[in-house]
């Protein structure tokens, strides 16, 4: 199937002569949940805005279903909705008549129903009538995602949706992205918290300085780069990890109360069978154990450490940095 969303050798140099991607190519799936992980200034924001025809690339093409992003930028925009960061809408506006001219801005016909539903959808109905400026910050940031809605876009980029909002309003989030995606969305998101990816995306892309560094489904990428921890409590806390252990991947806990075993999931032979065997001849009795997988987040942290020596993309970039 043809990808809804198709980037190809994109570089992007700010006026400053910053590099903020480097030769980025991504294919976005129809009908996905796509979450960009990265740390602050990695360039998701960046990568977004050109997707959304807001920012201009320094080279490279962008399709959106089939449209480029440049040239035929109306045609790309309209199929693409975008919920930003912040609200730079008209605080006089009522909440209605800011959706409504949102839908107006890529020429559909006015649709009050559909409106209606996007708002209900939203909790938002009630505030139908009230300025922007009165709301709280939870309900702007629902009149974002009504405004993102309101030319029923089949593809809906949501930049850091979560941050700080409250529990409810990130259940509510949660709820309607699953919505979309059953009506055929294709949603991208950026987010820094790792758990919200790890619940919601069937892909994950990891941006780092400006380089897609990696692009995985998120089973395989947990399965590829996770691991296993076996952590055995001992019946008598030891001092240090005996000597006839010590080739193991073995640690002892803080309070020399548990010995903690790390395996690759991936690998074939875990090593358990002789790790038990050895602690038997080495007489460490343990009384309890249990086996942990590691999450996103520690496979996230592991990947930006490992990359922490890289170079950064350019000579500007130092520039700009220091
Ligand atoms: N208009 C601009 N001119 C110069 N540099 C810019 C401009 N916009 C962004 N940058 C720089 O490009 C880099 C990437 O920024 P971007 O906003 O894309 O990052 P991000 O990954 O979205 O970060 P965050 O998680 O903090 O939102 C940053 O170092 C930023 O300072």
């Known amino acids: 199937m043809q990808p809804i969303i198709s980037v190809r050798n994109l570089d992007k140099t700010y006026a400053s002569g ?10 976005i799936r129809k009908g996905e ?3 960009l992980l990265g740390p602050n200034g990695a360039g998701k924001t960046t990568l977004i805005s050109i997707i959304c025809g807001i920012v201009n690339p320094s080279s490279g093409t962008v399709l959106a279903d089939g449209h480029d992003v440049v040239a035929e930028y109306r045609a790309a925009r309209s199929k693409i909705g975008l919920v930003p960061q912040e609200l730079s809408t008209d605080a006089f506006e009522s ?6 001219f949102s839908r107006g801005l890529f020429g559909k016909a006015p649709d009050p129903a559909h409106l209606e539903k996007v708002l209900r959808e939203l909790s938002l109905w009630d505030k139908k009538d009230s300025k922007i400026l009165a709301l709280s910050g939870g309900m702007k940031r629902r009149v974002l995602i009504a405004k993102a809605l309101a030319h029923e876009p089949q593809i809906l980029f949501l930049d850091e949706p979560t941050a700080g909002v409250d529990v409810e309003l990130r259940h509510d ?7 979309l995606r059953e009506q055929g ?3 991208i ?14 892909r994950i892309g990891v941006i780092l300085k400006g380089e897609l560094i990696l692009v995985e489904d998120k089973a395989a990428l947990m399965r590829k780069l996770g691991k296993k921890q076996l952590t055995l409590t001992l019946q008598e806390p030891l001092d240090r990890v005996p000597e006839g252990l010590s080739g193991l991947p073995l640690e002892l806990s803080d309070d020399g109360n548990a010995l903690v075993y790390t395996f690759d999931v991936q690998s074939e032979r875990t090593g358990i069978a002789t790790l038990l065997r050895q ?3 080495q007489g460490v009795d343990f009384k309890d154990l249990h086996s942990s997988e590691s999450s996103l987040e520690d496979i996230f942290v592991h990947l930006v450490r490992s990359n922490a020596s890289r170079p ?3 000579a500007a970039a130092t520039e700009v940095r220091a």
């Not at 989030?173 to 919505?179: A, E, G, I, K, L």
């Open 189 to 202: 998101l950026t987010t820094h918290y790792i758990e919200e990816a790890e619940q919601m995306a069937d």
């Open 18 to 27: 910053f590099q903020a991607l480097k030769n980025v190519d991504l294919d």
């Open 312 to 314: 950064p993309v350019d």
């Open 173 to 179: 989030m949660w709820q309607m992205v699953h919505r």
């Open 279 to 281: 602690l038997a001849e």
């Open 33 to 35: 949940i796509f979450a």
């Open 185 to 187: 969305v294709t949603i």
């Open 95 to 100: 909440v209605w008549s800011t959706v409504a």
